[in-house]
């Protein structure tokens, strides 16, 4: 009796620190990966030897500008085409950066923008059919900030809103074979920026759980919503160590 072909994700933004943490995470549930990077190539190369390593031909690497339009649906056909399926997407990638208001231009707006909703909801839309026919998922990478401004990143802020609106609206158009969600992170990645809670005192005193979250923290929650969750759809789940309590 053949085995069951492994599941197929795409996960954009992939090459290292949380995208790759996810890529881990879903290969050691025994996925097939199809792994989006934009400029780090290296980082990508080393990550598909190792996963290769461990299992021939299990993962790939696509490249792609997520702002150029025409490369959305370009992905996704990329990853059917090798794997012959696609079970889950997995939106991650994400510009982010300060954009003070009086000095906001429309390329600051345009570039967040991109990669933190308009990319995720094509990709979403050319992934819909295979996705129906597997009975898969989608998981939104949101932000703690969608929801609470962040003073500073106001384009970031409303563009992470839009990501978290158009889950749930996907929510509703894609089910029921298609279940879609979000994570909302809260301080994973070191930062100097205070405003974020980021330095050892501010954790501390901040955040309930006291102490900075882990990439793998939030590879766990995915792999939660695309492995496990089977009747959670249309829900923002906030990992943040109970960061927004005291927000």
């Not at 090459?15 to 400029?39: D, E, F, M, V």
């Not at 461990?54 to 059917?80: K, N, T």
Request: charged fraction near 20%; glycine fraction near 8%.
């Amino acid at each position: 009796m053949t085995s069951a072909p492994a599941p197929v994700a795409l996960i954009t933004g992939s090459a290292k620190r949380i995208g790759a943490c996810i890529a881990r995470r879903l290969h050691a549930q025994g996925w097939s990966l199809a792994l989006h990077y934009r400029r780090s190539r290296e980082e990508m190369d080393e990550l598909l030897a190792e996963l290769n390593g461990v299992r021939a031909g299990s993962a790939i690497a696509l490249q792609a500008e997520l702002a150029e339009f025409d490369r959305l649906p370009e992905l996704i056909a990329g990853a059917v085409g090798h794997f012959g399926r696609l079970n889950a997407l997995v939106n991650n990638a994400s510009a982010y950066y300060a954009t003070p208001l009086g000095t906001v231009t429309p390329a600051q707006w345009e570039e967040l923008f991109a990669s933190n909703a308009r990319a995720p909801f094509f990709l979403a839309q050319a992934a819909a059919p295979h996705l129906r026919a597997s009975g898969g998922a989608i998981v939104n990478i949101a932000d703690i900030y969608a929801r609470r401004p962040l003073p500073g990143h106001s384009v970031y802020c409303m563009a992470k809103a839009a990501l978290v609106m158009a889950t749930q609206a996907l929510a509703l158009e894609l089910g029921p074979e298609v279940r879609v969600n979000a994570i909302a992170p809260g301080n994973i990645l070191w930062s100097t920026n205070e405003v974020k809670a980021e330095t050892l005192a501010t954790v501390v005193e901040r955040t309930a759980l006291a102490r900075q979250g882990t990439p793998e923290d939030i590879a766990d929650a995915v792999r939660y919503l695309v492995c496990d969750a089977r009747y959670v759809t249309g829900t923002v789940l906030e990992v943040d160590g109970g960061r927004s309590l005291s927000i």
